[in-house]
């Protein structure tokens, strides 16, 4: 399970850093209207790799270790 866990946050952290410069990069584009779709930078890809990010911690947390 441990393992799971920390898959997720690695998961996590990766859409962290690719919905933040998507976000960016949006946002310093004069031609595009911002937030119009989710593949222009809305918060959807950061909410989930939040959700992501957290379960992966619930996870790594609750779980013992078997050594």
Same mark, same amino acid.
């Given at each position: 399970m441990r393992t799971l866990s920390l898959v997720l946050i690695a #998961?996590? !952290?990766i859409g962290l850093v690719m919905g $933040?410069? $998507?976000f960016? $990069? +949006?946002a310093?584009?004069?031609t595009t209207a911002p937030f119009s !779709?989710?593949?222009y930078g809305g918060p959807g890809p950061i909410l989930g790799a +939040? +959700? @992501?990010l @957290? *379960? *992966?911690l619930? #996870?790594?947390t609750s779980t013992h270790r078997e050594d």
């Open positions: #998961l996590g !952290m $933040t410069i $998507t960016v $990069t +949006v310093r584009a004069a !779709m989710e593949n +939040v +959700v @992501l @957290l *379960g *992966g619930y #996870l790594f």
